[in-house]
Each structure stands twice: as C-alpha cells, then as structure tokens.
C-alpha cells in the first residue's frame, strides 16, 4: 500500500493505492473520480494528473503518444497507467463529474471462473445484486470471461424509507409509488450501466446492442419492488414460508427502457417470504453445500439471511437486523468509506481508533461499531446488559473527546443487542433443529457488506459470532454478487439455484415456541455458550 | 434482612443479570422467606420502581426492558408453584399480535410485567383473528384485549383492532371489555389509538402493566356497581 495524497481545486484527499494498482482504479473507488472514456487503456487521454512528487512507473507508449513533450516535462501522467512505487502527491485539475457510482475494489470481487458459457452473439453481460441499501451491478465480456467493470451505489428507493417495511407498505398503499420505486431501481441499473460504458469503453448505443443478458439477485422485497410482483404476499405471514413471486411481467417494457434490446433478463428467484435470491447466490458462490461437514452462513443485513448446511441438508431462515447492522440505525453509523472508524482497540494510553484512509472520525462502519462495543466492554464502560457503568444523561460515550461523530448512544447499542441477539438465537434454533452443536460446524461463511472489515474475536466477545475457531469463520462480503456472476458466466452455477432453492427447507422462528426465551437469553452482551 | 434481600433484588435486575436474581430468591428462600412474601414484598416492588425508573432514565433501552420483564415473569412462575394457596389474581387479559403481524417480543414485555403483577394473562399467539380475540376474552372473562402491532399495516388495518371494536359492540360486550393497543406506530402517532377503536394505549412494555391493571380495575368496579 502506498499513501497517495491528491491536490484538487476542490480540496486535499488521501487515498491507498494497492500495489501495482494505477492511480485510475484507485481514484475509481472513492469519490473523487477522474475523466475517463476508454477503460485505462490510456487512448483517450482524459485522465489526466500531475505527479508533484513520488517515486511513478516510467512513461508508457500511450503517454509518448498523447502528452506533449513540455507536459511530460512538467510531470503530466495519465492516472491509467501511473503506478506508484513510494507515497506520491498529484495534482488533479478537473474531477469527473460527481456520481453516485463507485468502482468496487478488485480484492472484493471473485477472481473470474476458469469455465465460460459459449456465446454466439451478444457476448456482453451484466450482473446486479440488489440490496436494500446497496445495488451493486457488473459488466462482463462472458466471450473472453473478463470483468470489463464494477459499479456500486446507493439503492434510490432509500428516499421511501432505510427499512424494507416502510417501503412495502408504501408500495402496497399506492400503486402509484409502487410504479415509482419499480422505475427508480431499474433507472439505477441501466445508470450503471451506461456509467460503465462510458468510462471504460468510451461507446454507449452500439455497446448496449451487445448485451444479451441481465442476471440479477436480491432479498425478495428488493425484487418484489423491482418487479412489482408480490409485494402484497409478503406483508401476509401465510406466505412468509412459501415461494413468491417476483418474476417481471412485462420483460419486452424494460428492454425498451434500458435500450438493451437482445438481453435476456432474468430475476433469480427467491427462496421465500424472507429468504431472497441473494441467498441462494451467497450459497454458491461459496459453494457452502459442497462439503460433507456443518457449516453456517449469514448474510448479514436489514434482514439477516442465515442457512445451516448439515452435509446432507440445508436449514434456511432470516431474522430481522433492525437497522443496527446498516449505516442509517445507527447515529453515527455510516458506509466503510473515507473518514470512518474501522477499528478500535485499547492500549495503555487509552483508546486507538483507525479510520478508512486515516481521516478524521466521520463515524463508524460495521466492524468499527462492533470493535467499539467490545472494547467498551472489555474496559467495563459498558455492561453485559448494554447500559453505561455511568450514565451519559442520554448524550452517549464519545470515544474520542470532543468528536461528536465518535459518539456510540445508549440507543446504538441497544440495537446492536437485539439485532445480534436475533441472529445469535436463530442459529441455535437451526442447529437444534438439525440436532448438532457449536462443536460440529466445520465453517462460517459471514456475507454481506456489514462484515467486511469484522474483528471476529471481538464479534465472538459480545455475542455477535457463535464460539467457532476464528480460523473457520470467512468474511465474504460481496459473496452474493459473485453468485450471481457464476450464474451470468456459468450454466452449472445458473442450475444450483433450482436445485438449492427446490431442496431447502425453510423456517419461521415466530412460529418456533422456544424462539423467544433464546433471544432474550442472547440480549446480553457476552459470548454465546 | 428484608432490606438487604430486596436491594440485592434490585441490583440483580437493574443489571438485568437474571443468575443474579434467583441466586437472591433462592437464598431468601433458604433464609425462611415464604414465596408470597418474595413475590409481594421484593419482585413487585420490584417491578413498580422498574416502570418509574424506565420512565425517568434516558439511557434505558428495548434491551434491557426485555431482560427484566423476563426475569420478572421467571421469578414470579417459579414462586407461584410455592405457594400455599393459589394467588389472588386482578384480573384477566387476552393478549395477541394483531392479524398479518409476527411481532410477538413486543407483547412478550408485557405479559412478563403483568405475570409478576399478579395479572392472569392468556397468549393468544402472533398473527390472531379478530373473532379469536373476542371469543377467547368471553371464555376467559377477561377485562381486557390487548392488541401489539408492530408495523403501520397492521395497526391500522381492517381485520385486527377495528374489526376487534366491531365484534365488542355487535354483541353488546363493549362494557365488560376494553382494548388496549401498543406497539411503534402507536408512539409515532399519539392519536392513532382512537382513530382503530381502542380504549388506550402504553408507549412501552414496561408501563402498559400499570396501565392494564388500571383498565382492569376500571372494568371491574363498573361491571360491579
């Protein structure tokens, strides 16, 4: 890693490049983007920076090709095909345009697979994973197996509510607004889209003719929005069990809206009420039913989705996360970007906070919020119960004094107790079911963007994680995009999603009696025995 | 010694240290406490300056209310099989999510507090039928219906507490019973109980007790006199 220091008309950045990673794809992460219209290729030439200081990679042929020579002269480099071999300073003179898109960073993404569809015609795909708060959309040349780009965003219908409740019932109590939320989603899809054509191939119409299929995954509301489909059934628990349907009625609608006239489009779909396809896509692409041996996975989210592989069957259900586990249920909860804690620890002195990109605290991103608790607890701040050893008045316990962004409320924490206690029981509650123990399960597959960055010992410290050996728990936060893009790229992935939707057994735990004495028992903040 | 027992009572439910609590209970028990005397000089007490205290403190959570409302409920079930003669018991209510609704963890604070404040109360589950709420409040004599909701939809809709109200007032019962209604979109909107029929409402678990055992009183003197 090395620390790249951007100087623009708009301000003073600091950024991580990877090794071996240009200053383009780096930039491409955050939110200060430089033009672009080729892909990195370096033939456009709109990237442009000025290299103030570092030690850089020597000028490459496209650079002799589009920079004059008093350019050169003056440290002129296109970011595509600068790479850094110490901390670097630039010059940035013109952003890109403000997008709400970023490029995800290729150590979150799948290596592509070895084994690719044949493709006669249309060879482009796309794939989206949609979230409740994330989309998260690919482009790929399915003919060579290369991931032309990645895009993430924010999903739009969070102006309708962070929670997926609001959202169903302001569909359910207007037809209106049902339309309006279907269209925003499906705006954002093809918005990825084009912003990905556009920067990295520099052609938009006539790529768009190329794409010939759109695979996309999600919780079941998010695609019974995107649909229109079955969002009535899923506010009635008689169908919480039962599959849904979500699939569009109207394919030839949206090809005309998206301009992709030759994709094939489809919803995979969910398992049931509460159990989406994003599931099924975190299933394969850890290929977590592959093995003889127990093993857990969550996707963890405003609706943790959690499944128990035996070796021989799968248990599937979901409890609600609140909002504890997405940025907006939390006061100063925010997305794992520049300036938020990532992790706390203590020392002799007193507490060390690291933030992304060594930014003054904006607030904290998952594994911040859960390292924080922990270590409040460890240092007897806070007690097992989850309330302050001194009252804070209600104004809550900054970490960092005077930084009102470090603040963790009494409220946070809360949350944060019956969301992780509502998952702690629910696994039990499955492993009862498949009458095994802690003791038997081989793995834990923790997916979903909240554990990215998780410290597991302290996630295990306070109850959040069940007592398995830290070295067979594996954090797979993008795991259900990439189920999704084996699905895109591969017909045998595209068929495990019939074979594990069709053989999982799913299970409400309100109808569980037992249900609620574990959850409360789980309400403190100690580890699971 | 009385005094040392409930401030060790206390403690251990303020901590929400359930362990704690019948470590107390167990040890007053052994020192010659008789279980009614646990349940109406320490767990009641206890219970009352748990709903003032909740109140009052701001940094109370939804957490914590489950744990005592549990250990509450726990304590009182065990000291109940101890006693001599069966407890006085208030009063009767039926209790349930309303119909499309799974939230039962709402009502579950509830019924903990009322178990410990000697209130019968009958769990009708999640998800329950307005008719089953009638029917089973008539079988039971109870005083009260109390109805959680937990989302918008089912709060205010047709076939939970106003559907309920239809019943009540069809056959003639409107005076021998009374609906209470609790849950988040009822503190979002302080008028809302009205606006679905109910009698009144709690804003939390912890102090819908106090308000039940109010209503039931209320029920019972009019009913009586």
Known sequence: ?529 | MIENIIKAYNEAVYETDKEAAFDVVNSALAQGMSAEEIIFQVVIPAVEEMMSLIVKDPDANLAQHFMTAQIAAEVTEKMLLLFESPPEIIGCIVMGTAAGDLHSLGKRIVMGCLKALMVEVIDLGVNVTAEKFVDEAVAHNAQVIGISAMMVHTAMGEHGCPEVRKLLKERGLEDKIKIIVGGAPYRYDEELYKKVGADTWARDGVSAGKVIVDLIKEVKSHVTA
Not at chain 1, 378 to 393: D, E, H, I, N, W
Request: net charge negative.
């Open chain 1, 1 to 529: 890693m090395t620390q790249l220091i951007i100087y623009s008309p708009t301000g003073t950045y600091e950024v991580e490049v990877a090794e071996g990673q240009n200053v383009r794809d780096a930039l491409d992460t955050t939110e200060w983007r430089v033009r672009a219209a080729c892909g990195g290729v370096g033939s456009c030439g709109a990237c442009l920076v000025q290299l103030k200081s570092g030690e850089a990679s020597p000028l490459t042929v496209s650079e002799y090709q589009r920079l004059s020579v008093e350019e050169r002269a003056q440290g002129w480099r296109l970011s595509c095909q600068l790479r850094l071999n110490s901390d670097a300073q630039i010059y940035l003179k013109q952003l890109a345009k403000p997008s709400v898109w970023h490029s995800i960073p290729v150590a979150d993404l799948m290596p592509p697979p070895i084994k690719f569809r044949e493709i006669p015609e249309f060879g482009y795909g796309v794939a989206v994973d949609l979230g409740t708060t994330h989309l998260r959309v690919t482009l790929w040349n399915r003919r060579t197996g290369q991931r032309v780009a990645s895009r993430k965003g924010l999903n739009p219908q969070e102006s309708y509510g962070a929670d997926v409740l609001n959202r169903l019932d302001a569909a359910l109590r207007n037809f209106e607004t049902a339309e309006k939320l279907s269209r925003l989603v499906r705006n954002s899809i093809i918005k990825a889209v084009r912003d990905m054509l556009a920067r990295e191939i520099g052609e938009i119409q006539l790529m768009l003719l190329e794409i010939g299929q759109v695979m996309i995954v999600g919780n079941t509301a998010m695609l019974a929005l995107l649909t229109g489909q079955g969002y009535a059934d899923l506010l009635n628990p008689n169908f919480w069990q039962a599959q849904i349907n979500c699939q569009p009625t109207n394919y030839a609608a949206w090809q005309a809206q998206w301009l992709l006239p030759h994709a094939q489009i489809t919803v995979l779909p969910p398992v049931a009420g509460f159990v989406g396809s994003d599931l099924t896509a975190d299933l394969v692409a850890t290929k977590l039913c592959s093995r003889s041996t127990a093993a857990f996975l969550l996707d963890v989210g405003t609706n943790t989705e959690i499944a128990l592989w035996t070796g021989k069957t799968l248990l599937i259900t979901s409890v609600p996360g609140g909002s504890a586990f997405e940025s907006v249920g939390i006061r100063n909860g925010m997305p794992a970007e520049s300036g938020a804690i990532l992790h706390v620890n203590q020392n002799e002195t007193g507490l060390v906070l690291e933030t992304i990109n060594h930014e003054p605290a904006r607030g904290f991103c998952g594994s911040g919020l859960v390292d924080a608790i922990a270590v409040l607890v460890a240092t007897k701040v806070l007690k097992p119960s989850g309330r302050f050893a001194q009252s804070t008045g209600g104004e809550g316990f900054a970490l960092i004094d005077g930084n009102p962004y470090s603040v963790i409320m009494g409220s946070d924490v809360d949350s944060f107790q019956r969301a992780k206690a509502a998952i702690a029981s629910a696994m039990e509650t499955l492993l009862e079911l498949a009458k095994m123990s802690w003791y038997d399960v081989e793995r834990l597959c923790v997916c979903g963007a909240f554990g990215r960055h998780l410290n597991i010992q302290n996630a295990q410290a306070i109850g959040l994680l069940p007592p398995i050996s830290p070295d067979k728990v594996e954090l797979n936060a993008d795991a259900s995009l990439a189920g999704c893009e084996l699905a895109l790229l591969s017909e045998e992935s595209y068929a495990l999603f019939d074979k594990i939707t069709a053989n999982a057994q799913t299970f409400n735990l309100s109808l569980m009696p037992d249900y609620e004495n574990r959850y409360i028992n789980h309400l403190l903040l100690k580890p699971i025995r």
